[in-house]
C-alpha cells in the first residue's frame, strides 16, 4: 500500500509541476511552454541552484580577494557609490559576468 501512495504522489506532484509550467507559460510567455526556462525569475533560480560551472567563488563583494578581518567587507559598496566610483548594479542573474574586487578601477 505504501508504495502506490509514493507513486500517487509523484504522479500528483508531476501534475503539480505541469499546471505551475503551464500557467507561468501562458503569463509569460504567449502559452510557448518551451519558453518556461527563459523566463527571468525561473533562469535566475536555476542559475543559482545549478551554479555557474566556470569554477569561480561565490561571495559577498569585497575589496581583496580574502575577506576583511575587521569584518568591514561593507566597504566595497561604499566605494562603489563613491563620486569615483563605477557605481556597479547587479543585472540579471543568469548574466551575471560578476564583480571586480575594486569598483574604483
Known amino acids: 500500500m505504501k508504495a502506490r501512495n509514493r507513486n500517487g504522489a509523484a504522479i500528483q506532484a508531476e501534475r503539480f509541476v505541469a499546471a505551475y509550467q503551464q500557467a507561468l507559460s501562458k503569463a509569460y510567455c504567449n502559452g ?3 519558453g518556461f526556462d527563459d523566463i527571468p525569475f525561473i533562469g535566475a533560480f536555476l542559475q543559482a541552484a545549478t551554479g555557474y560551472g566556470d569554477n569561480l567563488p561565490t561571495h559577498y563583494p569585497r575589496l581583496r580577494e ?3 578581518p575587521r569584518g568591514e ?3 566595497w559598496f561604499v ?3 563613491a563620486s569615483d566610483g563605477q ?3 547587479l ?3 543568469q548574466d551575471d559576468p560578476g564583480l571586480p574586487y575594486n569598483p574604483k578601477r
Do not use: C, H, I, Q
Open 73 to 75: 567587507n561593507f566597504r
Open 66 to 68: 580574502t575577506p576583511d
Open 32 to 34: 510557448n511552454s518551451d
Open 79 to 81: 566605494a562603489n557609490k
Open 87 to 89: 557605481k556597479y548594479v
Open 91 to 93: 543585472g540579471p542573474l
